[in-house]
């Protein structure tokens, strides 16, 4: 098992995945342009954490936590826009709030540094 596995923020992140690859299906091909970011931060948000899990220094996994915590912004943002043009059915859009929310306090906490 990698280091990363054990993490519960990277298993997490991988339920935050399905439900988000759930909306990405359901997106009209007129957002393609969304449908790539949102799949592209997502996607980061699960490798950096990996990334993070893999590293010895704590500086560096530090570093890669908060990448992964800005693409939660970020997939939290195209959630929003999303919700505004209702672009998708609001019910696959709010089953994804949860573990989003979850994730990205769980990397907030993992990306403070101690005095």
């Known amino acids: ?11 997490r992140s991988l339920e935050l995945l399905d439900r988000v690859d759930r909306v990405l299906d359901a ?10 970011q949102l799949d592209r931060a997502v996607t980061s948000i699960v490798l950096n954490i990996a ?13 890669f936590y908060r990448m992964a915590k ?7 943002a195209i959630r929003d826009v999303l919700r505004r043009r209702k672009s998708v059915a609001m019910e696959l859009i709010d089953a994804a709030r949860g573990p989003l929310t979850e994730v990205a306090a769980m990397l907030t906490q993992m990306t403070r540094v101690e005095p």
């Open 51 to 63: 990334e993070g899990g893999g590293e010895f220094s704590p500086l560096e996994k530090q570093r």
């Open 70 to 76: 800005r693409s939660a912004t970020e997939t939290a």
């Open 1 to 11: 098992m990698f280091d990363h596995e054990k993490l519960v923020v990277y298993q």
């Open 27 to 36: 997106m009209p091909t007129g957002r393609a342009h969304l449908r790539d």
